[in-house]
């Protein structure tokens, strides 16, 4: 078995996300092996994405099952014997059982399209928008019971334009988010991004804000 560190990606849509660890990885800016891609929907282009790279990939229909902790208990023990270190969602559209997530908790991170504690949930490009926000920004947090509440570890940001619309300002982003989350992932499977005591460290001290990605693609103190 390979000596890199073990990741498994959960996803619900088309996968760009999980495209860009793909590349990054490919690039040589990521030293991990993905040992398998998760969906809820098995129709989900993540899927696809993953079977083209030869790697594993599991689909589970919630309507199999009697309740969501059921679904979620099942999902994460796969997750676990598919021998993961770290879990990535990178799209996974459902709210986790906290029973469930619990034994991830500091292994597992989310990316999410704004700039938290702003914005949790569904919509957030216009949530941005209606509040005339000056600017908005994807977040990668710690995945805790709290849906998007986690401890937030990196944030790029992006200036809203006039004229931006709810499509356009997504578009914008994501170019963004693609590179956000190689970035945070290789820090943390790194260890320069630890989770001690409940909290993030960045270089072995307590993090005191979130990382901020620059122009040069780097994670920073700002």
Excluded at 71 to 78: G, I, P, S, Y
Excluded at 118 to 134: C, I, S, V
Excluded at 160 to 183: C, F, S, V, W
């Amino acid at each position: 078995m390979s000596s890199s560190p073990r990741i498994a990606v959960l996803a619900s849509g088309r996968g760009s996300n999980l495209a860009a660890l793909l590349a990054a990885r490919e690039r040589g800016e990521l030293p991990v092996d993905f040992v398998l891609v998760a969906s809820d929907r098995a129709n989900a282009g993540a899927l696809r994405l993953a079977e083209a790279a030869n790697i594993p990939t599991l689909a589970l229909d919630p309507r199999s099952y009697p309740d969501r902790r059921g679904f979620d208990m099942d999902l994460f023990a796969r997750l676990a014997a598919s021998g993961a270190e770290w879990l990535v969602l990178a799209g996974f559209m459902r709210i986790l059982d906290g029973t469930a997530l619990a034994p991830w908790v500091g292994r597992m991170i989310n990316i999410h399209p704004s700039l938290l504690p702003k914005y949790r949930g569904l919509h957030t490009h216009r949530r941005a928008l209606e509040a005339n926000d000056p600017e908005h920004g994807a977040s990668v947090h710690f995945v805790t019971a709290e849906l998007d509440g986690g401890p937030v570890i990196a944030q790029a940001r992006l200036p809203i334009e006039a004229g931006d619309d709810e499509q356009q300002l997504a578009q914008r982003l994501l170019p963004l988010e693609h590179r956000l989350l190689p970035a945070a992932l290789s820090l943390l499977v790194s260890n320069q991004l630890q989770w001690r005591n409940g909290a993030p460290h960045f270089n072995g001290q307590p993090l005191p804000r979130p990382l901020t990605l620059g122009a040069d693609g780097v994670l920073s103190l700002k």
